[in-house]
Antibody
Framework: QVQLVESGGGVVQPGRSLRLSCAAS????????VHWVRQAPGKGLEWVAV????????FYADSVKGRITISRDNSKNTLYLQMNSLRPDDTAVYYC?????????????WGQGTTVTVSS | AIQLTQSPSSLSASIGDRVTITCRAG??????LAWYQQKPGKPPKLLIY???SLESGVPSRFSGSGSGTDFTLTISSLQPEDFATYYC?????????FGQGTKLEIK
C-alpha cells in the first residue's frame, strides 16, 4: 500500500524560498508520475506540477512557471517542490499525489498535505 | 489551459435523494476526466476516473458519464457520509485543471 507524506511547510516571507518534500512508502515509487496540488484557505483545488516516473519530463501551472521546480529522487523515494520568489497567493496546503502505473489519470493516493504560509 | 465549470456550485439535498453534478469543459477532453470527493481538513478522495470507471472501494451509488465536453457525476441515493465537496478534473492535456467544486449540503 503506497503512502505519501509531505513535509517542509511553514511560514515564509514574500520573496523567500522554501522546499517541500514528499516521502513515498513502498518499492514502486519509480513506476509512477507524481504531482503537486494545492488548496488555498477556503478555496478549491489547484493543480501545480507533475514529474514523470523517471523525472525526465515536468509540466507546471502557468501561475507557478518560472518560480517553482518539481524534481524527484527515485533512490530515496522522495518528491520535491522547490519554491522561489514566494508570493502571498502561494499560501495553501500543498498535497503530493500520484497517478497509478499504467493509468493515464485519476490521482488515487494523496498525502495529508503540508501548509505553506507566505506572509511578512 | 482547459477550463472546467461545475454546476451547481452548491446543492442542498436529503438522505436518499438522487443527485447529479455537471462538469463542462472549455474544449473537448475525450474521456480524460476524474471526480473527487473532499471533506473538510482532508485530502481529496478519488471516486471516478476515465469518466465512468469506479475507483476500487468506492460505493456503487456513485457513477459517472459523459463525453467530449459535458460530464456528470451521479449519486443514486445520498447517504450521510456523502455530504462533502466534489471536484472534477481533466487530464487530457497539461496544465491539468480542476472544476471550482460543488458543495453538497444536507437539506
Amino acid at each position: 500500500q503506497v503512502q505519501l507524506v509531505e513535509s517542509g511547510g511553514g511560514v515564509v516571507q514574500p520573496g523567500r524560498s522554501l522546499r517541500l518534500s514528499c516521502a513515498a512508502s513502498g518499492s514502486t515509487f519509480s513506476t509512477y508520475a507524481v504531482h503537486w496540488v494545492r488548496q488555498a484557505p477556503g478555496k478549491g483545488l489547484e493543480w501545480v506540477a507533475v514529474t514523470s516516473h523517471e523525472g525526465s519530463t515536468s509540466f507546471y501551472a502557468d501561475s507557478v512557471k518560472g518560480r517553482i521546480t518539481i524534481s524527484r529522487d527515485n533512490s530515496k523515494n522522495t518528491l520535491y517542490l522547490q519554491m522561489n520568489s514566494l508570493r502571498p497567493d502561494d499560501t495553501a496546503v500543498y498535497y503530493c499525489t500520484r497517478v497509478p502505473p499504467r493509468r493515464l489519470g485519476g490521482m488515487d493516493v494523496w498525502g495529508q498535505g503540508t501548509t505553506v504560509t507566505v506572509s511578512s | 489551459a482547459i477550463q472546467l465549470t461545475q454546476s451547481p456550485s452548491s446543492l442542498s439535498a436529503s438522505i436518499g435523494d438522487r443527485v447529479t453534478i455537471t462538469c463542462r469543459a472549455g474544449q473537448g477532453i475525450s474521456s480524460a476526466l476524474a471526480w473527487y470527493q473532499q471533506k473538510p481538513g482532508k485530502p481529496p478522495k478519488l471516486l471516478i476516473y476515465d469518466v465512468s470507471s469506479l475507483e476500487s472501494g468506492v460505493p456503487s451509488r456513485f457513477s459517472g458519464s459523459g463525453s467530449g465536453t459535458d460530464f456528470t457525476l451521479t449519486i443514486s441515493s445520498l447517504q450521510p457520509e456523502d455530504f462533502a465537496t466534489y471536484y472534477c478534473q481533466q487530464f487530457n492535456s497539461y496544465p491539468y485543471s480542476f472544476g471550482q467544486g460543488t458543495k453538497l449540503e444536507i437539506k
